[in-house]
């Protein structure tokens, strides 16, 4: 039976997270928890500390909104966990497990979701998640540079 075809996509569990190694475990359970929703597949795990430098060159796209300085502070406060997740449409699955940007519209819209059980504010919102193919190769490829992304994807059209 031929397995469904793997998608990558870039998760990151923000500094608020990693301050508390056991909400790490219990996130980490949940995103590879084989069950129907969730089953993603780790295929790579960073602990990461930022300079300035780095998270103004990730987030370059919202360079100028008024968040950008407190996203960047928030992003260089302490150490964070970057994860590769492989599974059957892994960017859109992804995206509904954190549910959506700000915390307190997944409180009322999305409960069980992960920023709306551990998001605390629009910022500091606790997770990152590639948003489209094309971002998820550049996030990836940011972290974790030894990853030929477009060779994996071969290998999964196999
Ligand atoms: N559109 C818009 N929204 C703003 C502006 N300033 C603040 N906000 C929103 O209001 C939320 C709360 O603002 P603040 O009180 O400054 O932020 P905070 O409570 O410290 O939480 P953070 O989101 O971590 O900054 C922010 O997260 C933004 O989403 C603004 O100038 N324009
Ligand atoms: N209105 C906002 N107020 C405060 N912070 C924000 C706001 N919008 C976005 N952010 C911060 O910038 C990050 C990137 O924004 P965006 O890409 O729009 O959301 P997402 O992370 O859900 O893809 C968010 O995760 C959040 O930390
Ligand atoms: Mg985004």
Redesign the pocket.
């Known amino acids: 039976m031929l397995l469904p075809r793997r998608q990558l996509t870039l998760a990151l569990l923000k500094p608020d997270l990693c301050a508390n190694p056991n909400t790490i475990s219990k996130i980490i359970s949940r995103i590879t928890a084989t069950n129907q929703h969730n089953n993603f597949e780790i295929i790579r795990q960073r602990e990461i500390l930022w300079r300035q430098q780095d998270a103004e060159a990730f987030y370059a796209e919202h360079r100028g909104r ?2 950008f300085e ?1 996203l960047c502070g ?1 992003m260089t406060s302490g150490p964070f966990m970057a994860l590769v997740l492989a599974r059957q449409d892994a960017i859109k699955e992804w995206r509904a497990l954190i549910g959506p940007t ?1 915390p307190w519209r997944a409180r009322i819209n999305a409960p069980n979701t992960l920023r709306s059980l551990y998001g ?6 606790s997770f990152h998640g590639s948003d489209s193919d094309e971002t998820a190769k550049r996030e990836i490829e940011f972290f974790f540079p030894e990853l030929d992304v477009d060779a994996w994807r071969r290998q999964e059209e196999k």
């Open positions: 008024f968040f407190r928030y700000h605390l504010t629009d910022t500091r919102n």
